[in-house]
């Protein structure tokens, strides 16, 4: 079991591209989490989802900002238009219920120039 | 709404000491009270966890105590070691039945002097 696996780790973009984050939960797991870190800060939720559907998206600006997990293949997580402010930490993490442990990826690290 | 408070943000002791982090959380249906280790660069991961049936809950030199009245949980670690410095963060299951999610308190730096 590889764990749950983000890519890319480390992303750079400029001002107005689109920045797509892929997360692969651990195998058996079908609940996802997207979590965004400022630098010395906490853990903010995003969006939480399961497979096909959006559980729980109130974490996650209206705009620009959108996420999926499709039947087959990793969550998608897609910041279209990226601003430096988008600069950050994203962390996926995955469990096989909402109220059970939840596994950390490496995270991936988006830098907006 | 949904929030977790955790204190302190910063806390510095020398090793050997004891340190206790503390959490509230706002939603008295949550059951599920986790905490994670961050090290700088790295991923969380969790360190213990508790569910709220239970009061305590201990492993070798960390436990964590809840107190479902006042809401309230808290991670203490005895004999401190250096390579116990590290992030700490608290988090508190809230939602619906088979929609909860993990909502995290801001994270206490811990440093362990040697």
């Known amino acids: 079991n590889a764990g749950v696996m983000q890519n890319p780790r480390h992303l750079v973009r400029r001002r107005g591209q689109e920045a797509r984050l892929r997360c692969s939960p651990m195998?058996?797991?079908?609940?996802v989490y997207w979590y965004r870190q400022l630098p010395e800060e906490g853990l903010k939720f995003m969006v939480y989802?399961?497979?096909?559907?959006?559980?729980?998206e109130s974490g996650m600006p209206k705009e620009r900002f959108s996420a999926e997990f499709p039947k087959e293949g990793p969550s998608i997580l897609r910041i279209q238009q990226v601003v430096r402010g988008d600069s950050a930490a994203y962390f996926c993490?995955?469990?096989?219920?909402?109220?059970?442990?939840?596994?950390f990826g490496q995270g991936t690290r988006l830098t907006v120039v | 709404g949904e929030n977790v408070e955790q204190h302190p943000s910063t806390l510095s002791v020398q090793e050997g000491d004891s340190a206790v982090i503390k959490c509230t959380y706002s939603?008295?249906?949550?059951?599920?009270f986790p905490w994670y280790k961050q090290e700088l660069g790295k991923r969380p991961q969790l360190i213990i966890d508790i569910r709220s049936n239970v009061g305590e809950k201990k492993d070798q030199r960390i436990a964590v105590t809840l107190n479902k009245t006042a809401k309230h949980f808290s991670l203490h670690i005895t004999e401190t070691q250096p390579e116990d410095s590290a992030v700490y963060f608290c988090?508190?299951?809230?939602?619906?039945?088979?929609?909860?999610?993990?909502?995290f308190g801001k994270g206490t730096k811990l440093t362990v002097n040697p």
């Open positions: 195998k058996g797991h079908s609940h």
């Open positions: 988090a508190a299951s809230m939602g619906q039945g088979g929609s909860e999610k993990l909502v």
């Open positions: 993490a995955s469990s096989n219920q909402g109220n059970t442990e939840a596994f």
């Open positions: 989802l399961q497979k096909e559907n959006i559980i729980d």
């Open positions: 939603d008295s249906a949550s059951n599920y």
